[in-house]
């Protein structure tokens, strides 16, 4: 998905989900040839804003491969949970994301009491 639509995509899901507050991280990963990159994403929302030709991305939420179309279409590519990157070539590729870590209360990055005053953290 472009980027501008995937910030608007982001803000509707939070919202979704129960969250008011979250952040926005731009991600690139460069995946060596025949290479994997695995990570866990729990309480967040991966976008794909771009994907090279051959790779596969898998998580709890699906699974998108790019063989078919050159570039990104106006559709939500959103994983979560547990992802797994795979490049299909060999020749290292691209990917691009947006990750949308979804802020609660009590993560430590909010405005806290103290007693005295209020503290940012």
Known sequence: MKEDFALQYADRRAKERGYDQ?????????????????????????LVTY???????????????????????????????RIEIINTRK?????????VILKTKDDGSTTTKTGIGETNR
């Open 22 to 46: 979250y952040r926005i991280v731009y991600r690139e990963f460069i995946i060596p040839p025949n290479g994997a990159l695995k990570f866990q994403a729990y309480n967040e929302l991966w």
């Open 91 to 99: 020749y290292q590729r691209t990917i691009r994301f947006i990750q």
């Open 51 to 81: 994907i090279g030709w051959g790779l596969i991305v898998k998580s709890s939420y699906g699974k998108y491969t790019n063989w078919y179309t050159q570039g990104i279409t106006e559709n939500s590519h959103e994983h979560g949970d």
